[in-house]
């Protein structure tokens, strides 16, 4: 015993070990990352060194919380310092090395800024504290899904991630931005507004392409989405490129093209849901980023104020991202409904044709019964009642009782196998669907006196067991409402088969009925006939009959192998 508990114990000590060494390595990683996006937004983002359009890294930051969990958040922490605290100049191989040979890395590699040092702790807690707010209250707080499945999800991520956890951020980094400096006090606003603009676009363009592309998609992509995908965004690339950059003309003359791109990202958000429309909002983003710190674009003036461009380029990524995410959030939701209204449909059709296979079983076991055992019992009373009279014999009131007991008797053995053969004709499935159906016509020909003219198909066909059963249904049903509604003089029954297609119908010269009244009828009869031949993948029309004027149409194909759909 205790060496199942000895060893038990060094399992779990192995276990622990093992998960604190992967999470030491993820953490490494991710601070590394962080780091890496922090300072290419930086060189991407040079339009203005006091007032940044967005924070990449605070999006990456957000993302790493709610994909792996809280605990990452000293990666936050760490990279955050590390963004503030190392130098402006870009970290090549060759400055690294000379830190690392002359062993003044501290002087080459850190910034030689005092403020970045008084303002590192209130940075470091403002970003921290700002993506663990949002990822705790999104991964535990409210039900969020990670691939923006619904409008619900696309909203609460915008009013937490967007919206409220930048406010912290904001509001530490002005708070301890004043104690350093009391002057900009006049100011805060424009210091609030600053930080909380800038990671509130970060957060909206950088979370949403992470998070949907972390997972595969839910249905599998044929080449031909993937090629459309390719092609929006490479068509978005170059459009943003010509509107946003020195490369054309456009860029150079500051036209107010700024939403010529916009019918692409509203295309990628209606084909591929927030997968789509996140990623071509960051190309786009990212492109207009770049062309502004170029000093092109229609968002920069010749004057040599850069605050409005800054916030006019903040407030169209805002509303670029918001566009998209909440159109591909909607275009998600649809596509999730339709896959599930279409899964319940399948079920359903799945539970009609189980419950409609159970109906026919029960209908042909109670045939069976009728035929079987109330045909002999109505035998075995017809034959007594015959006994009964030769033994009256000589009493004529006695002898005519038994002959009215006689052909009542007849009477209900006749009505009882009618009544089998309507449950299930045994010609169904003796001699096949043409002759039932010839079986049925003079059936009602004979029970209601209206001529029915039956014309047979040419040659033979495979029909399987259920599209019979289905055809000859529809027949029954079709001739019911033709004895009941239609006051019809002749009726005209066709059967053919051609191109693997059956196809039955029945023609009428009675009343008919205005064919709307066949789309919208509620009547059980024709939603029985049109559901009985859906289930076997056919169709169901209904019409007035062209041929004299007057009367109805029906005419039902189905294909000649169909099977219902088993469960």
């Known amino acids: ?149 619904s409008l619900n999800d696309a909203s609460r991520f915008l009013l937490y991630g967007v919206m409220l956890a930048p406010v912290i951020s904001a509001a530490i980094a002005t708070w301890r931005f004043i104690q350093i400096e009391p002057r900009a006090l006049m100011g805060w606003e424009s210091l609030f507004f600053r930080r909380w603009m800038g990671q509130a676009v970060s957060n909206a363009l950088i979370v949403p392409p992470l998070l949907t592309w972390s997972r595969l998609p839910e249905r599998k992509w044929s080449l031909l989405n993937l090629g459309e995908l390719v092609l929006i965004l490479g068509c978005l690339a170059a459009l943003a490129v010509l509107t946003f950059t020195r490369v054309s003309i456009i860029g150079l003359l500051n036209y107010p093209v700024s939403y010529l791109p916009f019918p692409l990202v509203l295309w990628a958000g209606l084909r591929f849901g927030v997968r789509g429309a996140s990623t071509a909002t960051l190309i786009l983003a990212g492109i207009a980023i770049y062309g502004s710190s170029q000093y092109a674009g229609p968002f920069v003036r010749e004057s040599g104020d850069l605050t409005a461009p800054v916030v006019l380029l903040q407030i169209y990524l805002f509303v670029l991202a918001l566009t998209g995410l909440l159109l591909g959030a909607v275009s998600n939701e649809r596509r999730h409904t339709m896959a599930a209204l279409a899964s319940s449909h399948g079920e359903m059709q799945r539970l009609a044709a189980a419950l409609q296979v159970a109906r026919e079983e029960e209908r042909a076991h109670l045939a069976r019964e009728l035929h079987d055992e109330l045909a002999q019992l109505f035998a075995g009373l017809k034959m007594a009642v015959h006994r009964l009279a030769r033994a009256a014999t000589g009493r004529q009131e006695l002898e005519q009782r038994c002959k009215e007991i006689s052909e009542l008797t007849d009477e209900a053995l006749e009505t009882m196998r009618r009544l089998a053969t309507e449950l299930r004709p045994g010609i169904l499935d003796d001699l096949g669907l043409a002759e039932a159906i010839e079986w049925q016509c003079q059936s009602f020909e004979k029970r209601y006196g209206v001529p029915v003219k039956y014309e047979k198909p040419l040659g033979q066909a495979e029909i399987s067991r259920d599209v019979s059963l289905a055809l000859f249904r529809v027949l029954q049903e079709a001739l019911t409402n033709v004895a009941k509604h239609a006051g019809a003089s002749q009726v005209i029954v066709r059967l053919s088969w051609q191109n693997r297609i059956c196809r039955l119908e029945v023609i009428d010269d009675g009343c008919g009925f205005e064919e709307k009244h066949s789309a919208q009828s509620r009547g059980l009869g024709i939603v029985g006939m049109r559901e009985r031949l859906r289930l076997l993948g056919g169709e169901l029309e209904i019409r007035r009959n062209m041929s004299v004027g007057k009367g109805t149409h029906l005419a039902a194909e189905v294909p000649l192998d169909a099977q219902l759909p088993r469960v």
């Open 1 to 149: 015993m205790r060496e199942v508990m000895k060893s038990s114990v060094c399992h779990g000590w192995k276990r622990t070990a093992a998960r604190l060494v992967r999470d030491g390595v993820l953490l490494v990683l991710f601070a590394v990352i962080y780091v890496a996006v922090g300072r290419f937004g930086r060189r991407l983002d040079s339009l203005a060194e006091h007032w940044r359009v967005f924070f990449p890294q605070s999006g990456v930051g957000l993302t790493i919380l709610l994909l792996f969990g809280l605990r990452f958040w000293p990666a936050i922490a760490i990279g955050s310092a590390f963004n503030l605290l190392l130098t402006r100049e870009p970290l090549t191989w060759s400055l690294i090395s000379e830190g690392l040979v002359q062993g003044s890395w501290r002087r080459i590699w850190l910034t030689d800024d005092p403020a970045a040092y008084l303002l590192a702790p209130a940075i470091v807690t403002a970003n921290t504290f700002s993506a663990l707010f949002a990822a705790a209250v999104l991964r535990y707080g409210v039900k969020f899904h990670r691939g923006f499945r």
